[in-house]
């Protein structure tokens, strides 16, 4: 059973924090100091140190940091595509396929 609550998605930054937190607790449930886990994940020490107070950190960093702690895979879940509930909403939205988003005006 997963106990980690769901994101709070008020802002950009409280789930950047929110990530920072999740990424330290289980941090600490490896035993892993933040030297130990910015030396696994091969960044700088005080960018790591940054992202647990800030939640501030390169996507690249923030991969790599997911592969350190074996959690990777979970990556695999953003941007996926829309799920559909029935063949009918399927068809119907293949007649409006668009190659790019519309312009800003």
Excluded: H
């Excluded at 695999?76 to 799920?83: C, I, S, V």
């Amino acid at each position: 059973m997963n106990n980690i609550v769901a994101f709070n998605f008020s802002n950009p930054n409280d789930v950047a924090l929110q990530i920072a937190a999740r990424v330290n607790a289980r941090r600490l449930e490896l035993d892993l100091t933040q030297e130990g886990l910015a030396a696994r994940a091969g960044i700088e020490f005080a960018s790591y140190r940054r992202f647990e107070q800030t939640g501030e950190i390169s996507l690249r960093g923030l991969l790599q940091i997911g592969f350190a702690l074996n959690t990777l895979s979970e990556f695999d879940a953003l941007f996926m595509q829309k799920q559909y509930q029935s063949i009918d909403t399927v068809l119907n939205e293949q007649s409006v396929i668009r190659k790019r988003g519309e312009k800003n005006e």
